[in-house]
């Protein structure tokens, strides 16, 4: 047992798409995000600050004692996921890996197309992790860099949105049977995403995926909180308006939450 919350971190809100899905299946474990809106979008910035603002996230989830860390953003794990879970003694999980697994059991085709930021795309992490357990699978990746500018101003329900969405999807339409949302900020585009990939089309979320293997940690290194440990108190911090932040995670998680603004 172990009572201590869990960490989670993103360029924004999008790592949202995960605690959502971690609380869903894990209700009784606490949870401690934290969203760099101030400095979103981190897709289209170089590897080396994507790698410094993602360290600087996980030391100050390091100062609230937390017992795990989740990487809630593919392009923060696509950079440095390997180098923060060799330098610290607690488990820290990235979204990509739990994703490219799911893509591989979903698609019948051997089609599978990957969505993500400029950095994840240009990483190709995905298409690597897809074809070391399954070489014959086709990759093609798009990257969307329209999307999270959409989704960090609560546009995304917008007609601008299905704009945006439409276009950017249409040279992957009718290429795949199988789309892996390889962004943490997509699931909330998702409806859209949907309609204008068609109704064959599996979507794969990279977050919910992580969700399941955050719990089959929990019991490999019997660090589960205690269901007598009391009533949970999660805990949500912003870079940037604390104010903004609520309005996209109130309707994202359907609860009112308590935001802080920090400086980092
Ligand atoms: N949500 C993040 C991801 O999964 C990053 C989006 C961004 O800041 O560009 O990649």
């Known amino acids: 047992m172990d009572n201590r919350p869990i960490g989670f971190l993103d360029s924004g809100v999008g790592g949202l798409t995960v605690v959502r899905e971690f609380m869903r299946q894990l209700p009784h474990e606490e949870v401690i995000f934290i969203g760099d809106s101030a400095r979103a979008p981190y897709g ?41 879970k060799e330098k610290l003694d607690i488990p820290v999980l990235g979204v990509v890996l739990p994703g490219a ?4 059991k979903a698609t019948k085709t051997g089609k599978i197309g990957i969505l993500g930021t400029p950095m994840t795309i240009q990483s190709d992490i995905y298409r690597q992790k897809i074809q070391s357990l399954s070489p014959e699978t086709e990759v093609t990746g798009l990257a969307c860099p ?23 999807l249409e040279p992957m339409v009718g290429q795949v049977d199988t789309l892996v949302l390889g962004c943490t900020h997509y699931p909330i585009l998702s409806p859209i995403i ?71």
Request: glycine share 2%.
């Open 44 to 84: 289209p910035r170089p590897a080396e600050q994507i790698r410094e603002y993602t360290w600087e996230l996980v030391n100050f989830l390091l100062t609230k004692d937390v017992k795990m860390i989740v990487l809630a953003c593919n392009t923060a794990t696509a950079v440095v996921w390997e180098e923060i």
């Open 101 to 104: 697994s799911a893509a591989i």
């Open 146 to 168: 329209k999307f999270v500018p959409l989704v960090e101003s609560n546009s995304s329900q917008s007609s601008l949105a299905k704009k945006v969405v439409y276009e950017t």
């Open 194 to 264: 949907q309609n204008a990939m068609g109704p064959h089309v599996r979507l794969i979320d990279s977050g919910a995926e992580t969700a399941r293997d955050i719990s089959v940690l929990l019991n490999y290194f019997q660090i589960n909180r205690s269901r007598q440990a009391g009533e949970v108190h999660h805990q949500f911090y912003t870079t940037a308006s604390p104010a903004a932040f609520k309005e996209i995670a109130d309707s994202w998680l359907e609860q009112a939450i308590e935001v802080e603004h920090v400086d980092l």
